[in-house]
Nanobody, 118 residues
Framework: QVQLVESGGGLVQAGGSLRLSCAAS???????????MAWYRQAPGKQRELVAN???????NYADSVKGRFTISGPNAKNTVYLQMNSLKSEDTGVYYC?????????WGQGTQVTVSS
């Protein structure tokens, strides 16, 4: 069993930055069993969408809407995945969820709210 806990969300003005963190805990040796990691977001009234993902080789993929502004990285030695968000826009507002595939199983965090004021 794996638990994912996000943090770092909040209220920021347009043009500002936030860094989201996703800490994984649970069974021992977890970092060696992580297959892939990603950040999703869900805006009010919209479906959840992929923001960025990273595989165990470090290859990354970004939604067109965030390319050049967001950076996904990790996991580090503390089993934490990050999403650095720069030049934030009002349309980036939503609940951001961390996702990890560990040993073939999908896990989700509880979400962290990001609100960008224009």
């Amino acid at each position: 069993q794996v638990q994912l806990v996000e943090s770092g969300g909040g209220l920021v003005q347009a043009g500002g930055s936030l860094r989201l963190s996703c800490a994984a805990s649970g069974s021992s040796g977890i970092i060696g069993k992580i297959n892939a990691m990603a950040w999703y977001r869900q805006a009010p009234g919209k479906q959840r969408e992929l923001v960025a993902n990273i595989d165990t080789f470090g290859s990354t993929n970004y939604a067109d809407s965030v390319k050049g502004r967001f950076t996904i990285s990790g996991p580090n030695a503390k089993n934490t995945v990050y999403l650095q968000m720069n030049s934030l826009k009002s349309e980036d507002t939503g609940v951001y969820y961390c996702w990890e595939k560990v040993d073939g199983w999908d896990y989700w965090g509880q979400g962290t709210q990001v609100t960008v004021s224009s």
